[in-house]
């Protein structure tokens, strides 16, 4: 059964810190993707990665930054946590095609800042 | 990236079909049309995907309107578990990134 897995479910900081949410899947996947989920804005795409030491900008990758050094392991830092940055936090897993092949999202990471 | 227009929200009775249309009337010849769903403190979750002929899968059916301005997810019997929000999304063909954008999508609310 696949799976993609985040390292927290919850999870409450203090602004300023430094902040690492992990995703692992185990699927062998060649594209992950950090989403952000905030109600009445939808998922909207953070950053993504079609292959190990690659990453692309999303729609919003300012105060983010990601590190994928593992194939299966792609994870989002805050370099400076703020309170605007309390959100929930999706990963996903996909194979590359450029015909389209579905993701696979995580459970998610609720992010509190405070 | 094309957008899509759903309604708000739909309601429909437990054990009945449940039709969600979607528009996306400025979609190009090499968008394809996906539908994930998102249940209740869950990640979303994959559904169908299509180009141009209708799709069948064990979830839903998908209906592409013949000049691929609109579309409609089928649940064929709707249960309470299918109560979700359900978004339709455009992806362009040959992105390498595979990127998905997200709109508001419909919720979808099943009664018994």
């Known amino acids: 059964d696949v799976k993609v897995t985040q390292s927290s479910r919850y999870l409450v900081k203090r602004t300023g810190e430094k902040v690492f949410l992990e995703c692992v899947q185990d699927?062998?996947?060649?594209?992950m993707f950090w989403y952000r989920q905030d109600p009445g804005l939808g998922l909207r795409l953070i950053y993504f990665?079609?292959?190990?030491?690659?990453?692309e900008k999303g729609d919003i990758p300012e105060g983010y930054s990601v590190s994928r050094e593992k194939k299966e392991r792609f994870s989002l830092i805050l370099e400076s946590a703020s309170t605007n940055q309390t959100s929930m936090y999706l990963c996903a897993s996909s194979l590359f095609s450029p015909r389209g092949y579905e993701q696979y999202f995580g459970p998610g990471t609720r992010l509190t800042v405070t | 990236d094309a957008k899509t227009t759903q309604p708000n929200s739909m309601e429909s009775n437990e054990e009945e079909p449940v039709h969600l249309p979607c528009n996306h009337s400025t979609i190009s010849g090499t968008d394809y049309i996906h539908w994930y769903r998102q249940l209740p403190s869950q990640g979303p979750e994959y559904v169908i995907h299509?180009?141009?002929s209708n799709v069948n899968n064990r979830m839903a059916s998908l209906a592409i309107a013949e000049d691929r301005k609109s579309s409609t997810l089928i649940l064929h019997r709707a249960t309470l578990r299918d109560a979700a929000v359900y978004y339709c999304i455009l992806r362009a063909f040959g992105e390498y990134g595979n990127k998905l954008v997200f709109g508001a999508g419909t919720i979808l609310r099943v009664k018994s």
């Open positions: 990665s079609y292959d190990v030491k690659m990453k």
């Open positions: 299509g180009l141009t």
């Open positions: 699927m062998d996947h060649e594209n």
